[in-house]
């Protein structure tokens, strides 16, 4: 009885003290909780968006998300919306950040299904869930191209209109991953 109390201080004290996101579950493995970001110029995105679209900056954007809305859900579970582009061209994308603490996960999921997104498995990236949206395409341009993913407790959404596969989204979507480990 003694050993398993000690286990379990052990662990407290472990996972109160860990200041790089790591806590212990209850079997005892470690994992490493991704936090959403505090700003939007985050250099490695902002690299990734320049690269698809030469020029792309951070937009400033004065949100006014409307009910039930993914933006709505997003900023009310501690997150933050971010539009990079060029705005004088009205060409970019939005990248959503949220704390999936309150689940806002599952209570959003059903949403994207009914709006024709398909479950993903993003190749080399571990994510605990995946769904795309790939509609609208031209000669040009995919006209809606969004992915919604799960991963160590923070929900991503990377909308763009530019985007045409996977392929081309990847690098944007690593960097968004990359952002939450800061």
Known sequence: MKLR???????????????????ISSDGIETVAG???????IAEVISEFSAQVP????VPTDWQPSHN?????AINNQGIA?????????IGGTILWASNSKNVWDERKQSWIDAGET????????????????E????????????NLL???????????????????LPIIKASIAAIDK
């Open 5 to 23: 109390i000690a286990l379990i201080l052990s662990t407290i004290l472990l996972t109160s003290c860990s200041s790089s996101g790591a806590r």
């Open 69 to 73: 809305t993914d933006l709505e859900a």
């Open 119 to 134: 479950p993903i498995d993003l190749p080399s990236i571990e994510e605990t869930s995946a769904y795309v949206l790939q």
């Open 151 to 169: 991963i160590r407790g923070v929900w991503i959404q990377v909308g763009a209109s530019f985007l045409q596969n996977l392929d081309e989204a």
């Open 55 to 58: 020029g792309s900056k951070f």
């Open 82 to 90: 971010c539009t990079y582009g060029i705005q004088v061209a009205e």
């Open 35 to 41: 936090h959403v970001p505090t700003n939007c110029e």
């Open 136 to 147: 609208g395409t031209s000669a040009d341009e995919l006209h809606v191209w969004r992915i």
